[in-house]
C-alpha cells in the first residue's frame, strides 16, 4: 500500500512503540490520528513531530476501555482527516499477577483494553475500507502472548488472543484487499518495562535475548511500517525481540 495521503489511526499514540509508529507512518506521508488516555505533553509532542513532517495530524483523548471511546476515536478521525485506510492497535498496558493473585476487575479491564477495543476498532473501520477494496490493520501482541511468561496470566492470554483475531479476520477480508498482520515484541524499552530492576536488566541483556540489547520502540514501528506497506502479507504474526523467544538456552 501506498501511503502517502492515506489516513492512519494509531491507539496508544502518544509515547512508546505507539508514538513511534505514528512518527513513522507520517514520514512515509500518512496523515495521521493518534489516541491516548491523556491530552498531555506527550501527546502534543507527537501531533508537534507529525506536524513538522508536512503532514495532517489529529489527536482524541480517551480510555479505550470504554467501547463508546472507539467509537469516537473512529468518528473524530473520519470527521478531521477522513476515513482510516490504516489501524494500529497499539493501545495497552501491563496486568501482573497470576491467576490466585490478578482481581476480577484487572482481568475484564485486560480484555476490554487489548481485545475487545480491537474487536470494536475493526467493526469501525473494515466497512469503510470494504468499500475501498483496500485496508491495512496491525494489532500489537506480545511475546508474553506465544510462550509462558510467569505471573502474568490475564496479559499473557489477552495478547495470545490476538494473533488469532488477527488470522480470524486475514481469512474473512483477504478478497477483499484487507490485510490484517500481528506484531509480537519482545523487551522494548518504554515506559512498560520501567518496573524492572537493574539486575533484571542485566539478566535480559547478558543472558536472556540474544542479540544483547533491550529493543527500541522503532525497532518494532520499522516492522509495522512494513507490514502497512507490503501489499502481499497477511494473517501472520511477527515477533520482533531479538531473538528470545526462539533460543533453548
Known sequence: MNITGKVCLVTGGSRGIGAAVAIALA???ADVSFTSRHNDSAAEKV???IEKLGRRSHFVAGDLRDPSAAA???????QALGNPSVLIHCAGGPVPG???EVTQEAWYGAFDLHLHAAFHLCRLVIPNMLTEREGAIILVSSVAGLRGCPKSVAYSVVKGALPQFCRSLARDF???NIRVNCVAPGVIRTRFQDYLTPEQVRNNIENRIPLKREGTPQDVASVILTL???DFITGETFTVDGGMTMRIV
Request: hydrophobic share 30%.
Open 47 to 49: 501531533r508537534a513531530a
Open 27 to 29: 514520514t512515509a506521508g
Open 228 to 230: 502497512v506497506q507490503n
Open 98 to 100: 497470576n491467576i490466585l
Open 174 to 176: 483477504g478478497d477483499s
Open 72 to 78: 469516537s476515536c473512529v468518528r473524530e478521525t473520519q
